[in-house]
């Protein structure tokens, strides 16, 4: 009885055993990795964002070239949101940073390409907040509610939109 029960653990069924548990063991650790990194305290997440002019007539298309690069910030509930938002046009083009209730934002919208040029204005608690070429600005929030909300360029739609995704 013992010698068969040792035949059918052959080499390759023990190998095949082995890589079993060491898988089932590998995603326990990688679920738990998992939570705890999700219900990890509030972060401050901080992000680049600038317009993009795609390669199209807008003529030809009737909507703007402009979009957002990136479109999608993703963040969880709870964190603290910087965006470091700038206006790299090549033509004299201004852009906007706005968003709907009810998200609000304070905004330091700097006169140079980074901010160690003076400030050319500070805004607190807006929804738009426009840049001018070469300026950059620096948006800040807390995300406060979850779900996904729309940001936008007021000048350039419905094309220049992106979404700001928080994780409840
Ligand atoms: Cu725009």
């Not at 010698?3 to 898988?23: D, F």
């Not at 305290?41 to 807008?58: C, E, G, I």
């Amino acid at each position: 009885m013992s010698q068969s029960t040792a035949k059918q653990w052959s080499t390759e069924k023990l190998l095949l055993a082995v890589g079993i548990v060491a898988i089932a063991a590998g995603a326990a650790v990688g679920v738990s990795v998992g939570y705890a990194v999700h219900y990890e305290a509030p972060t401050t997440r901080a992000f680049y964002l600038f317009n993009n002019s795609l390669p199209f007539d807008q003529h030809t298309w009737g909507i703007p070239h402009d979009t957002f690069s990136p479109d999608r910030i993703t963040v969880n509930k709870g964190d603290k949101v910087v965006i470091y938002y700038r206006n790299i046009e090549d033509t004299t083009e201004a852009h906007t940073f706005t968003m709907d209730a009810p998200y609000t934002f304070d905004a330091i919208v700097h006169a140079g390409q980074n901010e160690s040029f003076p400030i050319a204005s500070s805004l607190h608690s807006a929804s738009n907040v426009v840049v001018q070429v070469n300026q950059t600005a620096t948006i800040s929030f807390s995300a406060t509610w979850a779900g996904v909300f729309r940001f936008y360029c007021a000048y350039h739609q419905p094309t220049m939109t992106g979404y700001l995704v928080v994780l409840g």
